[in-house]
């Protein structure tokens, strides 16, 4: 199992353009979730879906979309890129939605939009 | 009003000793986990232990045990015999029931403790 992968690992942006962080999991979990984490900061909750075809927005979903086709990618576009988007971003994921699941974390992507 | 609460941003502690990083957490759900995450300067996410709401006793792995006080609304997280390592970030993290009182459905993180093992 190659578990939770994300792609790429670095992205430099300029103001205004888009893009797609992509998010895989091989484990068969039907939820996903994004994070971005910020200096000082913990981890907060961008979007998050607990199915195919279903997605729901976290604490800080302005700027980006998500979607879910399968039950393994769960990709977050940024729209038009600010430079306060500049963040890691973790994808992770779990079994289920239950509050006793825990979550399987990628290895991140560090975005800098200039 | 902050849902996760680390009071310590960062500790020093001798190799081989006890290791003590404080957690107070906020909700009015009566199901809930509990988390503990270590972020070494690599950047990846590692999940430590998992306390759920209605467990009676403290979970435990290896050297990480929790010490859960629901009363106090407390889940500090114990190292014990800490090893060079150990030295990384170390999150606490709350996911409440799904879709209670309106909320997400996710982790909730703490601004974590920068834990610093010296020799």
């Known amino acids: 199992n190659a578990g939770v992968t994300q792609t790429p690992k670095f992205q430099v942006l300029k103001t205004g353009q888009s893009m797609t962080l992509q998010c895989a999991q091989d484990m068969n979990h039907e939820y996903m979730s994004w994070y971005r984490q910020d200096p000082g900061m913990g981890l907060r909750l961008i979007h998050y879906s607990v199915g195919a075809g279903i997605t729901d927005q976290g604490e800080v979903p302005n700027g980006y979309n998500v979607s879910r086709s399968t039950t393994e990618d769960f990709p977050l576009r940024l729209l038009s890129a600010a430079p306060s988007q500049t963040s890691v971003y973790f994808c992770a994921s779990s079994y289920g939605s239950s509050a006793g699941y825990e979550q399987y974390f990628g290895p991140g992507t560090r975005l800098t939009v200039t | 009003a902050q849902k996760i609460t680390q009071t310590q941003p960062g500790m020093f502690v001798q190799e081989k000793e006890a290791v003590t990083l404080d957690c107070t957490y906020d909700t009015s759900d009566q199901s809930y986990g509990l988390f503990w995450y270590k972020q070494p300067s690599s950047g990846e996410m590692i999940f430590l232990i998992y306390q759920g709401s209605y467990d009676e006793q403290n979970a435990t792995e290896g050297r990480y045990s929790l010490n859960f006080q629901k009363a106090r609304k407390s889940a500090n997280l114990v190292i014990s015999a800490s090893q060079l390592g150990d030295s990384a970030m170390y999150f606490c993290?709350?996911?409440?029931?799904?879709?209670?009182?309106?909320?997400?459905?996710?982790?909730?993180f703490g601004k974590g403790t920068h834990l610093i093992i010296q020799p």
């Open positions: 993290a709350m996911r409440e029931a799904p879709y209670s009182g309106g909320g997400a459905d996710g982790l909730t």
